[in-house]
């Protein structure tokens, strides 16, 4: 039971890792937005599993979350906005992909070797899982630096913050208080997105990030 | 008793190189007109000079201030002063410590900051070119007499004149390198300080070349007649300085009775001869050197002076 | 024990939280200002009384000697900024740059600002910690934008995005502290109650809290403002509201920074960490010599303080980061002054851009002899905040250059040069400014002055004669710090 | 008088100027602040004074303010007392002319708070007993001072003047902070009594000691940290300038005594090397540069660098006996040092005071508009001639006696053992030699263009005598030059307890002497006497007057000037400053400026008119400066890209620091 247990989690962090990589992958508005909704259904899986696991029902919370909201409301939403943007045919990656693909790999290859200088004794699932949990951060952290676009900047964020409730979650028995912080970060950071969606809507007829970095407050 | 000797030495010395002073340059001139076989003026000109001046009205220009009245007083004073406490036939003069050779030097450069400012008060172009050359030299030769002076007072351990011509005359002496080179030094501000050729020449009136002529243009009668004493002083002055630092033989130490200061008056007379004749060979034989070449020629003072007081710190013996 | 007298913690967060909600409801802007200083004040009121009565210390609450001087300090200079807000958003209503809405609006989120920090700094849980932070962030954010001006939106903006991946980080990290604290003091909430983190703290894995830190001090870096992570400092500063400009420099780069040393304390605690002081010593030099620098080219004058804010949070970092009782206590004594000085400078700053009409620092001259109380207000500024005698921070700029010179001549190379720089720069601007034939409007400015009287006073007097009792604090809380 | 009196009074001049704040706009106010700063200033200079005289033990006292845990140490021994001295006799003289001439002031409110500020800050400079309580007042004063320079801040020179000034006093301060530093030690022992009991290890103290020269030399005005004063010192008030020049540099000076004779213990013998090298280039410089000058306050600026110079000669060649154990030789030029330290306070502020008379009677600075004024203000002519005879060194003003004393202590250096000292003595001579000769040049040019001639513009025609406040303040330091030229025995022995506290020795008792001579070593080798001079001067100048006018002639006539016969010519065509200081600047300029004239002559019938151009450089701020200033600016404009990124750039910077610390931390043993 115990090896069981420890496959499948280390499958679906590993999962997730390689759903960042695809994420990474897209260059087209409308598959990132997909392959997002793809990585939160395998995050609320891991951490369903992690619920059942350590026996801890909170945690279903959590998972019923990432399902709800990061795989359904926001990928619509977002869906509505490059719609209503009509930016759904940007391509928008710096550089081209290869380098980046490699850099990610180097990412992963980083944060395991930092995270496994952790004395072994921590038990071997949290040790995983943070190690996962790091790379998914770091591809998250890396998706923002190379992408140019707003949405696609906000779903690097998002990712991101899948990486913190993976690890969030692998921590055993890590007080309520993290989960609700998270999610409420995770919403509180949405509506705030959304707002300033709008508000550079009346401004702009872009969201490329690029248009706000035009300004540079002038010389100033 | 000794008071009252040294006291008499004292005045007879003031009074000595007042009255000695326009008979040498009289000698000077005269002897530099036989050298050009000119007849020349006769040797006491210069008093008859003194004489009708003082006796004529001072003309003051309209621009003068009180200072250009109040200047050839002082000059004078300064430098009978500064005279009066050079050794010239008998040391230990009474009030030798009240001034050293550094102060006696300093005496003068007061007497030749006021004549530069007089030359400037009333305010014509000529004073002023008089006024800053003769700054110029300055700036040159006192630093050049102040290393002259230390070398001196090196070798002789002191500042004070009367103790350097005792240790001269005494047989610690011996023949030295810096002192040679003390002497060429001195003789070049020498020079320099009397407006003599090749720096300056005393007899023109020539504009553009005067410097000491061109700052007392303005000068006229019992002014005028100060100033001339005053510059005639300053070349006894240098004559007895450099015959008491470098030729003392013959001066009478104090203490000593009236044969030894006869005997010292006698050689300082003779010293003064010599030096008169030395002055006025060397006048005719050299040209004088254009404004701007001067610098050059009290440089090497300078460096001379600068020479032997190095000499001195490296090696006691030098 | 007695259970009618509310405990200060309580009220110093319960009167805020109550306030934003009230505020958010009550129209007319005169009413709701009032009701702003009325709330600050009493929050100040509370915060003091904890000096005589501290509460017991919870899973979630902490009062000790070091977050009280902090708190202290938050509160009054909250309250001075809200005296200062009320005559400043008149203004901007009377030139319509602000809308009745949007002050209702702005002063609902200066209370719930205010919340947060206070709550970040009671807080004995490090969650709570960030989420308090973290709302505090985001209710800034919300003002900066408030003008909505594209160069105010531009700044919001970019203080959104790094702000929220410095939480990110931050987060993380404090993911990190609790894996590492989990095998010692068990599951469950312990995991997460600073004193009880701080107890154990020997026995936890070295490795975890390294990397722990660094996440942290990334983090909550950002919310200093330490370079390179100072992207937002400046333009949030110079596109905001002014008392928010003020309350950014003053009180909330503090709460990251108090932040930043609990998590310090904790590393400093385990032997086989690395130690956390050069790293934040080697952050506070760059920020310093790269603010330094910076100044130079500014010609936003809100900016160009905004930018002195970034050199100061760097002397401050370094004062903790190299430790000592002398710079511990330089560090205390510098951030207070800091806190007065710097929001005192953007009180004036505030008044000189309403009756100029301009931010822009060319279009500043002679300010001495149009308005002497502003124009002198400000050279007192830039001389206190220059570190210059009699003010305050002439003693902590005198304690950390002479002992780290002492300690670490080639430490101080850098410090020496980057004080020497930022000098130049702000004594260059200020001749401009408060000299010279004067230029722009010459109306009187009308609005109190006794904010900016109040902090200077008090740094004045903190540079001549710093309290005893204070002293014997800041000492007990340096050698806190060790 | 106690410390405490000191202090007291240094506590009123700072409510002084509380109270000037308050009441400026009264009339009243001008009158009140001089006079009460002058009653406290006279009130601190008797007390220095008495101390100095009764050789009076020590006064310690601690306040319970400032550096908590080390109190505001202060302590009056005898070198403060003789410095306390200075500045309040300086201070008096400045106060009593701002009482004549503040009523002018056209905006008082910029300087009446902050002219007892400045000297409250640089009194408590001078008592400070630790080091956060020295470097406070320093600063304060420093503060004040520049205040003062910004107080007629429309002219633009002014501001720059004003920036330049506080960024360097900021530099000094720097300096002396990490001096202090240094001595005070990890622990943080600021107060001088614990200094002075641990003691510095060798090579930190020479840090100490250089140091302590940039930071005491940048007030001073030492080359080549000088060139802010000769911007500053003019932009000034009058007697604000006289302050600065005549005083603050001394406070100065005393700071760097302070430090490196009492502070640092016992000196290597290489010292005195550094401190006289720069004393006697400053000097040179200084008084060079005062030469090129046109400007009457700017000349005096530079004349202070000139004196400033000598003094740190003196003391560097006081360090190099001490070091060697020449204790006695060490007296005599630490006294010299200090003595020409209070002459130059008296005569500098005597000019300044004559320069602000003239700009105030008419309202110029620059001397090639000025002239003829010794005939339309006859009074101020005459004290400003005898303060420009006593700064050129001539007997029997003061100035010569402290030169004097200066060259006697060279005259002994050649039992110095070291071979770098023996070279080096003899040429420090050599140069202060030549710096004397210079400024006496240099202050015929200053009386004889500004007050001889004949005016060269109407202002200076319509020139009438200043109020006789100011003339009184102006006779009363006349006269001190006078004096303390003519009876130097008396300020030598009232300096004893000072040399003895730097030295371990003194100068032999000067009172005892026959006639009030001063003898350093023995009568035999070197002895002067003032007053001797001062009398046969007079008696032989009265003698010959009574003589020539009882005997010749004593008629006067007035006549248009002779001029070789050229008819009343144009006052244009008098000498001009820079005429004058043309010949110097042919033989000095070429190296010390790297001057060179262009003369651009038109052939022999041309008609257009012949050019003559100059140019000069100042080096120091052309190698020294210009490189610095020109760093920080390329710094600035390279950095100031960094505010201009996108949002992703600056993203990415916060990764790439991530990314950084965990390959760090990977990497990490």
Known sequence: MKGLSFDLAHLLAG????????????????????????????????????????????????????????????????????????????????????????????????????????????????????????????????????RRNAVSQVVGFMSLENGLILAATGAKGMPLVVEISVAFSVLVAFIVIGVFLFRIRERFDTVDVQALDQFQGGRR | MALIGALSVEISQMLLVLLLAPLLTGFVRKAKARLLRRQGPPLLQPYRDLIRLARKEAVVAHSASWLFRFVPYLVFAATWVAAALVPTFATGLLFSWSADLIAIIALLGSARFFLALAGMDVGTSFGGIGSSREAMFATLAEPAMIMIVFTLALVAGSTQLSTMAGFMTSPAVGLRVSLGMALIALVIVALAENGRIPVDNPATHLELTMVHEAMVLEYSGRHLALIELASWLKLLLYVSLISCVFAPWGIAHEGKGLTAHAIGVLAYFGKLAVAGLLLALFETTIAKMRVFRVPDFVGVALMLGFLAVLLRFVSGSL | MNAFVPDGVALILAIPAATAAILALTPGYRLSARLNVLSAFLTLMAALSLFVRKPETGPYILVDDLNIVFIVLNTFVAFTTSVFSASYIAHELEIGRLTPVQLRFYHAMYQLLLFGMNLALVANNIGLMWVAIEMATLTTVLMVGVYRTPEAIEAAWKYFILGSVGIALALFGTILVYMAARPVVGEGLDGMVWTVLIAHVAAFDPAQLNLAFVFLMLGYGTKVGLAPLHAWLPDAHAEGPTPISAVLSGLLLNVALYAVLRFKLLLDGNSGAIAPGPLMAILGLVSLVFAAFMLYRRRDIKRMFAYSSIEHMGIIAFAFGIGGPLANFAGLLHMIMHSLTKSAIFFTVGHISQVKGTQKIADIRGLTV??????????????????????????????????????????????????????????????????????????????????????????????????????????????LLR | MPIALFLACDASLLVLAVCAVVLHRRPVATTLIYGVALALCLAQLAGALIHLVADAAPGVIVLPIGLPWVGANFRLDALSAFFLGVINLGAAAASLYGLGAGRREPEPQRVLPFFPAFLAGMNLVLLADDAFTFLASWEFMSLASWALVMAHHRERDNARAGYVYIVMASVGTMALLLAFGLLAGPAGGYAFAAIRASGVAPGLAALVLGLALIGAGSKAGLAPLHIWLPLAHPAAPSHVSALMSGVMTKVAVYGFIRIVFDLLGPAAWWWGVPVMVLGAATAVLGVLHALMQTDLKRVLAYSTIENVGLIFAGLGLALAFKANGFVAAAALAATAALFHALNHAIFKSLLFFGAGAVLTSTGERGMERLGGLLNRMPATGLFVLVGCAAISALPPLNGFASDWLLLQSILLSPQLPQWALKILAPAIGAMLALAAALAAACFVRFFGIAFLGRPRSPAAEAAREVDPTIIAVMGALASLCLLAGILPAFVIDALAPVVRGLTGAQMPWQGGIAWLSIAP????????????????????????????????????????????GYPDANPATQYTAESFGQPIRRVFGAFAFRAHERVDMPAPGEMRPAHLSVAMHDLVWEFLYLPVIRAVEFLAQRLNYLQFLTIRQYLSVVFGALVSLLLVLASWP
């Not at chain 1, 009509?86 to 180097?106: C, D, F, N, Q």
């Not at chain 3, 206190?384 to 009699?390: K, N, R, S, T």
């Not at chain 3, 130049?424 to 001749?431: E, N, V």
Request: proline content about 6%; charged content about 10%.
């Open chain 3, 370 to 479: 149009t308005h002497p109380m502003l124009g002198w207000g400000l050279v007192i500024g830039v001389f206190a905040i220059a570190g210059l005698p009699p003010f305050g921070m002439f003693m902590s700029e005198f304690l950390v250059v002479s002992s780290t010179f002492a300690r670490a001549p080639w430490l101080a190379i850098p410090l020496v040069g980057g004080l020497l720089v930022a000098f130049g720069a702000l004594l260059l601007r200020l001749h401009g400014m408060a000299f010279g034939e004067p230029s722009g409007d010459v109306a009187p400015v009308k609005a109190s002055s006794l904010p900016i009287a109040a902090h200077f006073g008090l740094v004045l007097m903190a540079g001549i004669w710093l309290p005893p009792p204070l002293v014997a604090w800041f000492q007990h809380v340096a050698s």
């Open chain 4, 521 to 564: 070593i023995a009568e035999s080798r070197s002895s002067y006497n003032g007053l001797l001079v001062f009398l046969f001067i007079t008696a032989s100048a009265s003698l010959a007057a009574f003589a020539i006018h009882r005997i010749a002639s004593n008629k006067l006539r007035r006549a248009p000037a002779w001029d070789c």
């Open chain 1, 15 to 146: 999962g997730l890792v390689l759903v960042s990589f695809m994420l990474l992958y897209q260059n087209r508005l409308y598959s990132l937005l997909n392959v997002f909704a793809l990585q939160a259904v395998v995050l609320a899986l891991s951490v369903a599993w992690q619920a059942y696991v350590q026996g801890a029902p909170h945690l279903y919370v959590t998972a019923a979350i990432a399902i709800v909201f990061k795989a359904m409301v926001i990928p619509i939403a977002l869906h509505r906005i490059i719609a209503r943007l009509g930016i759904h045919r940007e391509v928008e990656i710096v550089g081209s992909l290869g380098p980046t693909m490699i850099a990610g790999m180097g990412l992963v290859a980083l944060s395991m070797v930092v995270m496994l200088r952790v004395t072994a004794d921590a038990d071997p699932l949290a040790r995983e899982d943070l190690a996962f949990a790091l790379s998914v951060v770091m591809l998250g952290l890396l998706m923002m630096v190379t």
